[in-house]
């Protein structure tokens, strides 16, 4: 059973910073890609993250990049999604994601399974 556990989530002030982690069980890591996305009330699930576990290639969104990282620590079968200077509309519900073939997408349905969900505000 494939299971996505997030954590990390909180209330930080702009220009703060976040560790989120999705650990993960029940899969073959070195055969997925995983991917951090984000749903802010009202609005479409957007892609935020994407790292493939085989070959370490990195997809980051625009308007992230600078400021937000992805990693992975294999042992732990855990990936993070580092996140500093925090703006106003970061603030949304994150989601971890494994997409089962080939690498990270931006397609929200490409992904095979997801986690719960943990909450990000960002206040000023």
């Known amino acids: 059973q494939v299971q996505l556990v997030e954590s990390g989530g909180g209330v930080v002030q702009a220009g703060g910073s976040l560790r989120l982690s999705c650990a993960a069980s029940?899969?073959?890591?070195?055969?997925?890609?995983m991917g951090w996305f984000r749903q802010a009330p009202g609005k479409e699930r957007e892609f935020v993250a994407g790292?493939?576990?085989?070959?370490?290639?990195?997809s980051l969104a625009d308007s992230v990049k600078g400021r937000f990282t992805i990693s992975t620590n294999n042992a732990k079968n855990t990936v993070y999604l580092q996140m500093n200077s925090l703006k106003l509309e970061d603030t949304a519900v994150y989601y971890c994601?494994?997409?089962?073939?080939?690498?990270?997408?931006?397609?929200?349905?490409?992904?095979?399974?997801w986690g719960q969900g943990t909450q990000v505000t960002v206040s000023s």
């Open positions: 790292i493939s576990w085989s070959t370490g290639s990195i």
């Open positions: 029940g899969l073959t890591f070195t055969r997925y890609s």
């Open positions: 994601a494994v997409r089962d073939y080939g690498g990270a997408s931006y397609i929200p349905r490409e992904y095979r399974y």
